[in-house]
T-cell receptor, first 114, second 113 residues
Framework: DTEVTQTPKHLVMGMTNKKSLKCEQH?????MYWYKQKAKKPPELMFV???????INESVPSRFSPECPNSSLLNLHLHALQPEDSALYLC?????????????FGPGTRLTVT | GENVEQHPSTLSVQEGDSAVIKCTYS??????FPWYKQELGKRPQLIID?????GEKKDQRIAVTLNKTAKHFSLHITETQPEDSAVYFC????????????FGKGTHLIIQP
């Protein structure tokens, strides 16, 4: 399996809702990432997990809470989001944690906050 | 942190001609420079990458050059085809350790038939 999968594909949520995004890979990769991409903009790094431990948090608001239950799974828990958080959320993974390996991106979850 | 500048923001070329996209980076510790192609509504797909121990890499119609002294790298696409139309992003890591990528703002490449 050479793919990163993400669910759901689309998500619409209100500002008081709690929801979670899920990312999965079975390539034996030990680094996993969350990026946020607004329309017509580049992906922006949010979090990096290395060997299931959070290694980078790019000053992301606490309404975004990442979790890495095991080496194949990465979740992003969402709570009390704002309309400006509407974006494409991309998960990626790479073989090692040395920043030299190709990052494989999932298809993304398109999030709309109403 | 790393800062990546990318030019041009839009590039229109005739089918069959070459296209060149240029990027500069700020962190001298960066040592990995991938290029991604993103079609509308799809995920970024790696098309080529280069590591700091080489100056040039080629894969069929696509090539990347890296000048570490000047901190810039470029994507070259030859014999462009309509399916090359997409947004292209350059990116750089921050050198060492588990880190993500910093992306340039993207180039919208349009291939005119």
């Amino acid at each position: 399996d050479t793919e990163v999968t993400q669910t759901p594909k689309h998500l619409v949520m209100g500002m008081t809702n709690k929801k979670s995004l899920k990312c999965e890979q079975h390539m034996g990769h030990r680094a996993m990432y969350w990026y946020k991409q607004k329309a017509k903009k580049p992906p922006e790094l949010m979090f990096v997990y290395s060997y299931e431990k959070l290694s980078i948090n790019e000053s992301v608001p606490s309404r975004f809470s990442p979790e890495c239950p095991n080496s194949s799974l990465l979740n992003l828990h969402l709570h009390a989001l704002q309309p400006e958080d509407s974006a494409l959320y991309l998960c990626a993974s790479s073989l090692r944690d040395r920043g030299l390996d190709e990052q494989y991106f999932g298809p993304g979850t398109r999030l709309t906050v109403t | 942190g790393e800062n990546v500048e990318q030019h041009p923001s839009t590039l229109s070329v005739q089918e069959g001609d070459s296209a060149v996209i240029k990027c500069t980076y700020s962190d001298s510790a960066s040592n990995y420079f991938p290029w991604y192609k993103q079609e509308l509504g799809k995920r970024p797909q790696l098309i080529i990458d280069i590591r700091s121990n080489v100056g040039e890499k080629k894969d069929q119609r696509i090539a990347v050059t890296l000048n570490k002294t000047a901190k810039h790298f470029s994507l070259h696409i030859t014999e462009t085809q309509p399916e090359d139309s997409a947004v292209y992003f350059c990116a750089a890591n921050s050198g060492g350790g588990a880190d993500g990528l910093t992306f340039g703002k993207g180039t919208h490449l349009i291939i005119q038939p």
